[in-house]
């Protein structure tokens, strides 16, 4: 069965430093997402993504968060300068391919990030 | 106002024994999907609904809705230790309407005693 894949699985990093979590989605899916879990709190939609651009984000998308989609494999969530509150588990979701129901989303293990 | 809301909170069981975990939630919706997550690890999709269904079933799963009450509920039957972990349901105004983010509930956190 192909799964969404996420590296690296945990990230430890110092407040105001860049982060780039990636992700591989399922091949042949089209629709890719960004969600978040701050521990002990539900998960919270980040942003989709079709078609080489965003089509969706949350308020809590602002100017600090980008995505790419830089190569045919891989989908990647930058956040430019990290704050503490950033500290959360992160998961990477698509949904979409050829013979698939185009709602159901499959998301990767998660990459747990720790902003000190 | 909280969209997808699960109830109860926590539910500890004995092996062998149902689990029932109960969703609600307040707009309309296109579709409803359960996931299950253990401790620490990613979202397992389990089952999706759609509005216009009242009743669907997989393996031990069987998941109803009603959307006059805006109400999902999840059955596990015949529960096994392995069925230990947390239960989420999540929302989607679905594909045709612009909209994919899912919202998701608090979750029940299910214990099967073996």
Same mark, same amino acid.
């Given at each position: ?116 | ?18 689990? !029932?975990?109960?969703? =609600?939630? $307040?707009? *309309? ?6 996931? @299950? ?26 998941? !109803?809705?009603?959307? =006059?009450? $805006?109400? *999902? ?6 529960? @096994? ?26 979750? !029940? ?6």
């Amino acid at each position: 069965e192909p799964e969404v894949t996420q590296t690296p699985s945990h990230q430890v990093t110092q407040m105001g430093q860049e982060v780039i979590l990636r992700c591989v989605p399922i091949s042949n899916h089209l629709y890719f997402y960004w969600y978040r879990q701050i521990l002990g709190q539900k998960v919270e939609f980040l942003v989709s993504f079709y078609n080489n651009e965003i089509s969706e984000k949350s308020e809590i998308f602002d100017d600090q968060f980008s995505v790419e989609r830089p190569d045919g494999s891989n989908f990647t969530l930058k956040i430019r300068s990290t704050k503490l509150e950033d500290s959360a588990m992160y998961f990477c979701a698509s949904s979409g391919g050829r013979d698939r129901v185009l709602d159901e989303q499959f998301f990767g293990p998660g990459t747990r990030l720790t902003v000190l | 106002s909280q969209q997808g809301e699960e109830d109860p909170q926590a539910l500890s069981i004995q092996e062998g024994e149902n689990a !029932t975990m109960n969703c =609600s939630y $307040k707009t *309309s919706i296109n579709n409803l999907q359960w996931y @299950r997550q253990n401790s620490g690890r990613g979202l397992v999709h389990l089952i999706l609904i759609r509005s216009n269904e009242r009743e669907k079933h997989s393996g031990r799963l069987r998941v !109803t809705l009603d959307t =006059s009450k $805006k109400s *999902s509920s999840l059955l596990i039957t015949a529960s @096994r230790a392995a069925d230990t972990a947390s239960y989420f349901c999540a929302t989607g105004l679905g594909m045709d309407m612009g909209r994919r983010a899912l919202t998701f509930g608090s979750g !029940t956190r299910l214990q099967v005693q073996p």
